[in-house]
C-alpha cells in the first residue's frame, strides 16, 4: 500500500525566515512519483513540482527547494526567506503507474507578518 | 498546457436536490478521471475513478448510488449528488489523466464548493 506522511499539521513562522515542511511516503514499486501541491484559502490544488524515483537531484525554484532522499523515503520542502502568501496548505503526493494521486494530510503554514 | 475546467466553483442547494458538477477536459483527451473529497482541514480524499465509456469504480465506503458518475466522453466527466444532505458539504475536485506530459502528472480542476442547506 501506498502512503504519504506529513508530520507537521500546521506551522507558522514569521515572514523571512526559512521553513521546512517535512513529507515521508512509503511505496513498494521501484518506479513512483511524488508532487507537492500548494492550496491556498480559495480551495484551487497549485502545481509546485513532480520528481520521479529515478531522479533524485535536488531542484531549486527561486525561494522554493526540494530534497529528496530515497535513502530516508523522504521528499522535503523548503521555502526561504517566507512572505505572507506563502501562507497555504502544503500537500504532498505520490502515486505510480496510472493510479492516482495518495496525499499525505497537508501542512497548514502561516507567515506572519 | 493542460487544462482542466470544472462547474460550478460554488453551488448552495437545498436538502433533498440534486447538484451536477462537470469536469472537462479543454485541450486533451482524458481517458481516466479522478474525484475527489475533501473535508474541512482535511486531505483529499479519493471518491471514485472514471474511465471514459465504462463504470466508475467507487472507493470502499462511498455510495455509487449517491455520487453517480458519468464520463460518457473523452473530455468530460460528471459527478452528480443525488438527495444531498447537509453532510455532503464538501470540496469536490476531479483530476484529469492525460495532456502533456501524460504519464508524469495530473491534471486538477478548481473544484466545487457544495454547500446543502
Known amino acids: 500500500a501506498q502512503k504519504v506522511t506529513q508530520a507537521q499539521t500546521e506551522i507558522s513562522v514569521v515572514e523571512k525566515e526559512d521553513v521546512t515542511l517535512d513529507c515521508v511516503y512509503e511505496t513498494r514499486d521501484t518506479t513512483y512519483y511524488l508532487f507537492w501541491y500548494k492550496q491556498p484559502p480559495s480551495g484551487e490544488l497549485v502545481f509546485l513540482i513532480r520528481?520521479?524515483?529515478?531522479?533524485?537531484q535536488n531542484e531549486i525554484s527561486g525561494r522554493y527547494s526540494w530534497n529528496f532522499q530515497k535513502s530516508t523515503s523522504s521528499f522535503n520542502f523548503t521555502i526561504t526567506a517566507s512572505q505572507v502568501v506563502d501562507s497555504a496548505v502544503y500537500f504532498c503526493?505520490?502515486?505510480?503507474?496510472?493510479?492516482?494521486?495518495?496525499f499525505g494530510k497537508g501542512t497548514r503554514l502561516s507567515v506572519i507578518a | 498546457g493542460a487544462v482542466v475546467s470544472q462547474h460550478p466553483s460554488r453551488v448552495i442547494c437545498k436538502s433533498g436536490t440534486s447538484v451536477k458538477i462537470e469536469c472537462r477536459s479543454l485541450d486533451f483527451q482524458a481517458t481516466t478521471m479522478f474525484w475527489y473529497r475533501q473535508f474541512p482541514k482535511q486531505s483529499l480524499m479519493l471518491m471514485a475513478t472514471s474511465n471514459e465509456g465504462s463504470k466508475a469504480t467507487y472507493e470502499q465506503g462511498v455510495e455509487k448510488d449517491k455520487f453517480l458518475i458519468n464520463h460518457a466522453s473523452l473530455t468530460l466527466s460528471t459527478l452528480t449528488v443525488t438527495s444531498a444532505h447537509p453532510e455532503d458539504s464538501s470540496f469536490y475536485i476531479c483530476?484529469?489523466?492525460?495532456?502533456?506530459?501524460?504519464?508524469?502528472?495530473?491534471?486538477f480542476g478548481s473544484g466545487t464548493r457544495l454547500t446543502v442547506v
Open positions: 503526493a505520490l502515486r505510480s503507474g496510472n493510479t492516482p494521486l495518495v
Open positions: 483530476s484529469a489523466v492525460g495532456g502533456p506530459g501524460f504519464n508524469y502528472g495530473y491534471t
Open positions: 520528481r520521479n524515483s529515478f531522479d533524485e
